[in-house]
């Protein structure tokens, strides 16, 4: 491993911690030198691996700074980090504390909008031809009932749930668990639970929401 990756890693947690924030100077490359105990030259290659990376800019004459979009560029680098080393169990349980809980915000800030949109979501996935396509747009389905709560927060949570299930593993134990029955049955309850959200049935919109989520665990992961 080069010399220059813990130095990198060591600002980059400190970026995230917000030490260093957009538009903030970095020491020099003597002082950081000096205070990691490492050369220069290991200073300089962990700067370019940061600069590469959008994260900071150097200016000859003023020094080096954080770069106005580094917040955001470091947000898109714990989403990925966070979806490539979630397994698709530890998915499972999000999904299972996470889902049924949003239910209630869902059903009392979705308009007409939102239940269009999850009408669209059921009508591609039922027309879908492949397996892929089927999954993208279960995925789509869950993203707009999380989208219905119209709670930010939620809705990144969820956006990062989304982009777990794009990795392979998910893939590959969809590809084997899904059964043309089993896709019928899972576009049959999605549509319940569509319609009860339509109906502003909190309670079984919980009900339906968690029996779905146990089913898929059950054919994704035997238990």
Not at 31 to 57: P, Y
Request: glycine share 4%; hydrophobic share 40%; with cysteine.
């Amino acid at each position: 491993m080069s010399m220059s990756t813990p130095l990198r890693d060591t600002i980059l947690d400190q970026l995230q911690a917000g030490q260093w924030r957009a538009g903030d100077r970095l020491p020099t490359e003597r002082e950081l030198s000096s205070r990691f105990n490492v050369s220069r030259t290991t200073v300089r290659k962990a700067l370019l691996e940061l600069k590469a990376q959008g994260l900071i800019e150097q200016t000859v004459g003023s020094g080096t700074f954080v770069t106005e979009d580094a917040g955001a560029r470091l947000g898109r680098r714990v989403q990925q980090d966070s979806s490539q080393h979630t397994s698709p169990a530890a998915l499972m349980e999000a999904r299972l504390a996470l889902e049924p809980a949003i239910i209630e915000m869902a059903i009392r800030n979705a308009n007409q909008a939102d239940l269009q949109r999850m009408d669209a979501c059921c009508d591609n996935a039922e027309r879908a031809e492949t397996l892929e396509a089927f999954e993208h747009w279960d995925a789509e389905l869950h993203q707009a009932i999380a989208d219905a709560a119209h709670n930010s927060f939620v809705a990144n949570v969820f956006t990062l749930m989304k982009t777990v299930r794009a990795q392979g593993d998910w893939g590959q134990l969809k590809k084997k668990s899904v059964t043309p029955e089993r896709r019928l049955a899972y576009q049959t309850e999605h549509r319940a639970i569509v319609e009860a959200l339509r109906d502003r049935d909190a309670v079984r919109a919980r009900e339906l929401t968690l029996a779905h989520l146990l089913h898929v665990r059950q054919n994704l992961l035997g238990y």
